[in-house]
């Protein structure tokens, strides 16, 4: 995956992009109401992709401000057949560092427990208990950027 590209810009130049990732995973394979998927954080938020070698999007994720110094990442997801090849990884780093960038000193994010051990190896911690969002257990997980 040596020729993947990243970008990290606003909903303007990525949200086409990062709908294409966000349909085929959220709500082709996971069945989530496509309205659900959609919401005006959008327009505020700073966005990541990843392209493969023919330009296609792969990979996205999304950092929003959640309170003065804490940003909020949401909205991550690698098409199906690509993951475990560390393109996760890499939009999550870029959104860290978008948010370390701006003065942030948190990053939270609230986990789908399935992915609990991916956001652990990447230094998150776990905050609080298991809870259901759109019928998925969730859990709040956080990273300290100071
Ligand atoms: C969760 C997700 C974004 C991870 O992306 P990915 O590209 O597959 O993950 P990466 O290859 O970057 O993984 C980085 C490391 O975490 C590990 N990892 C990945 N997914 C994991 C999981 N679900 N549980 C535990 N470890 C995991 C990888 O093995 C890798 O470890 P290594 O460095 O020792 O090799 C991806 O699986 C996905 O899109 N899932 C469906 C949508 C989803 O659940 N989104 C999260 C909503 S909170």
Not at 59 to 82: D, H, Y
Request: with cysteine; proline share 5%.
């Amino acid at each position: 995956m040596s020729t993947t590209t990243l970008s990290v810009g606003p909903w303007s130049a990525l949200g086409s992009a990062a709908s294409q990732v966000r349909n085929a995973v959220f709500v082709q394979e996971q069945g989530i109401p496509a309205e659900m998927e959609w919401d005006v954080a959008d327009q505020d938020a700073v966005h990541a992709v990843v392209y493969d070698a023919q330009g296609e999007p792969v990979a996205t994720g999304r950092l929003l401000p959640q309170s003065p110094g804490v940003a909020r990442i949401g909205r991550m997801a690698v098409l199906k057949t690509l993951r475990g090849s560390h393109l996760g990884q890499r939009v999550l780093e870029a959104l860290v560092q978008a948010a370390r960038e701006r003065g942030d000193v948190e990053v939270c994010l609230h986990a789908q427990t399935s992915a609990q051990g991916f956001y652990e190896r990447l230094g998150f911690t776990p905050r609080g208990a298991v809870y259901a969002e759109v019928g998925i257990p969730h859990i709040e997980m956080f990273l300290d950027i100071r």
